[in-house]
C-alpha cells in the first residue's frame, strides 16, 4: 500500500520539489490507482530525480551510513552483492544519480538490463510488480535526516539502492526478481498475492546465503540496517532455517522488531530455479482458470 506520510516525515530535510512537485504527486496518484481501467502506464508511476534537492546533511547522512555499513559488510555480506556494488560504482562520496552518465543505472543496464528508477514514495504492490516485470526497480529518492540514521519506518534511497540495487547487476538474482515480478502481476488470487508479499520479505528484504561454508547477508532490510545485520549474523535469538520457498511463502511474521526468523539459501540458483517452478504453477492456474471460463 502507498504511504502517503511519506513526504510530511521528511520535511525539513529535502527540498519539498523532490517529493510535493506536481510530477511527485501525479505519479503518486497514478500509481495508487495502478491496474484499474485508464491506469495500467507504469511509465506513469516513476519521476525525475531533482537532484539538486539533497541537502549538505542528507549527503553526509550518506556517506555516514555508507562508511559504517560497508566496514562491516566487507566480510559478511554476499559476494554477488560486493561484486554488484562495485560493478555499479556505488560511492561513499555522494547520493547515486539516477539519471545520465554519472548515474548507477549507466552501469546496471549494460549488465543485466535492470534500471533504479524515482519514485515519491513506497509504491503500492500492482505497479512495484509491474515496474519489476520489465526490470525497472522502484526507488525512493528522499534521503533519511541524520536524526534518523539507524532507523527508518519506510524505505528512503540508502535502503532502496544501496541495499537492493547491487543484486539487481548480477544476471542469476535479476531473473529471479523479473519472474517474481511476472508472477505477481500475472495473479489477482488473494492466497498468491499474500505468499508472494510473504517471499519477498524472507528473501528480497531478509535473506541469508550461505558461502564458502558461512552465512552472509543479502537481504536488503539487512543489508542497509547495522543494528538488524548484527543481529541477524550474532543472535542467538535467530532460528536460521534452510530455505524452503513453500515454507518461505507461509511463515509469519511482524515488521517492528528484530527478525527471529530467516532463510538461508545455498546459492542464488536457488531462489530462481524455485521462483520459476513457482511462476510456472501460477500460469497454469490462470490458463486453467481462463479455460474453465470460456
Known amino acids: 500500500m502507498a504511504d502517503n506520510s511519506g513526504p510530511s516525515k521528511f520535511a525539513g530535510s529535502l527540498n519539498s520539489a523532490m517529493i510535493d512537485g506536481p510530477e511527485a504527486q501525479a505519479a503518486l496518484e497514478y500509481a495508487m490507482h495502478f491496474g484499474e ?15 539538486e534537492g539533497y541537502s ?71 505497479a512495484f510488480f509491474a515496474a519489476l516485470a520489465q526490470r525497472d526497480f522502484a526507488t525512493t529518492i528522499v534521503m533519511r535526516p541524520k536524526e534518523s540514521l539507524n532507523y527508518l519506518p519506510e524505505p528512503d534511497i540508502f535502503h532502496d539502492v544501496f541495499g537492493h540495487v547491487p543484486l539487481h547487476a548480477d544476471p542469476v538474482f535479476g531473473e529471479f526478481l ?27 528484504e531478509f535473506g541469508l546465503i550461505r558461502e564458502g561454508g558461512n552465512i552472509k547477508l543479502y537481504g536488503s532490510g539487512l543489508i542497509s540496517s547495522p543494528a538488524e545485520s548484527r543481529h541477524a549474523l550474532e543472535s542467538s535469538d535467530v ?18 522488531h528484530f527478525q527471529p526468523i530467516l532463510y538461508v539459501l545455498e546459492s542464488f540458483d536457488q531462489l530462481r530455479d524455485a521462483m520459476n517452478r513457482y511462476a510456472e504453477r501460477i500460469l497454469n492456474e490462470n490458463a486453467r482458470l481462463r479455460s474453465t471460463v470460456a
Not at 481501467?37 to 537532484?51: A, K, L, N, S
Request: glycine share 6%.
Open 239 to 256: 532460528e536460521r532455517r534452510p530455505f524452503d520457498l513453500e515454507a518461505a511463502c507461509t511463515t509469519p511474521y511482524e515488521i517492528d
Open 56 to 126: 549538505k546533511e542528507n549527503q553526509e547522512a550518506w556517506t555516514t551510513l555508507f562508511d559504517r555499513q560497508m566496514e562491516f559488510l566487507e566480510s559478511r555480506a554476499s559476494q554477488t552483492y560486493l561484486n554488484g556494488a562495485r560493478s555499479i560504482k556505488l560511492s561513499r562520496d555522494r547520493i547515486p544519480h539516477l539519471h545520465g552518465p554519472e548515474s548507477i543505472n549507466h552501469h546496471l543496464t549494460r549488465l543485466t538490463g535492470w534500471r533504479s528508477r524515482g519514485v515519491p514514495g513506497l509504491a503500492p504492490a500492482k
Open 37 to 51: 481501467p485508464g491506469f495500467e502506464d507504469v511509465e506513469r508511476i516513476f519521476i525525475t530525480q531533482h537532484y
Open 178 to 204: 523479473q519472474t517474481y515480478g511476472k508472477a505477481a502481476s500475472a495473479t489477482s488470487n488473494p492466497e498468491h498475492i499474500k505468499r508472494m508479499g510473504t517471499l519477498f520479505w524472507f528473501t528480497v
